[in-house]
Structure formats: C-alpha cells, structure tokens
C-alpha cells in the first residue's frame, strides 16, 4: 500500500551534514508513524529517529545532532544529520508503519551514509 524511496545519502566527512529524504507513493498523513532506522554491516537494524502526530524521538547516540521532519503536502519525511561521526556510517531505511487496514510495515530500499576522511 506504501512504497518508499529514499535518497540523499553519500561520504561526508566527519563533521559534515547531509539530509535523507523519504518519498511515500501516497499521503503520509494517515500513516501512523514514519522512522528512520539504520544498520551497518554485521549490526543490528537500529532504530533512529521516530515522526508521529505531534511528537518525535530519537536515538540517544544521535540526539541533538539529527532531525526528523516531514512535509505532508510533498509525502515526503527527511533526516537532518549534522555534526555526522564515523560511527554513523549505516544504511539507512525509511520505514512506514499503518495499523488499518492491517498492521505493517514498508521499507524503502535503503540509503548508504558514510562518514570518513
């Protein structure tokens, strides 16, 4: 019901920002909760950045450098990441959560992000 794409990703260097963006095929106004999540090789997929109704959360790794945002009229989510470190270096997902008709989850096919001099 939901297919996502992610862009936005590349090598930045330690310091640096790059912003993710989330293209949903249709309103994200109904969907539940919107999230980024990433995972580097041999880890597990971990959850970064949470957007629903009114509220956000976050990672404690990445709190007050990243942001999560979203434009509701361009079904679009974004990831703000500044002040970027070696250890943020993942594949990043977007991920779409709906509770009706059933509940599910999509993903989109994922964004490299590496941070490296």
């Known amino acids: 019901q939901v297919q996502l794409v992610e862009s936005g990703g590349g090598l930045v260097q330690p310091g640096g920002s790059l912003r993710l963006s989330c293209a949903a095929s249709r309103s994200i106004f109904s969907i539940y909760a919107m999230a980024w999540y990433r995972q580097a090789p041999g880890k597990h997929r971990e959850l970064v950045a949470t957007i629903s109704g009114g509220w956000t959360n976050y990672t404690d790794s990445v709190k007050g450098r990243f942001t999560i945002s979203r434009d509701n009229a361009k079904n679009t989510v974004y990831l703000q990441m500044n002040s970027l470190k070696p250890e943020d270096t993942a594949v990043y997902y977007c991920?779409?959560?709906?509770?009706?008709?059933?509940?599910?989850?999509?993903w989109g096919q994922g964004t490299q992000v590496t941070v490296s001099s």
């Open positions: 991920n779409a959560r709906t509770v009706v008709p059933v509940p599910n989850d999509y």
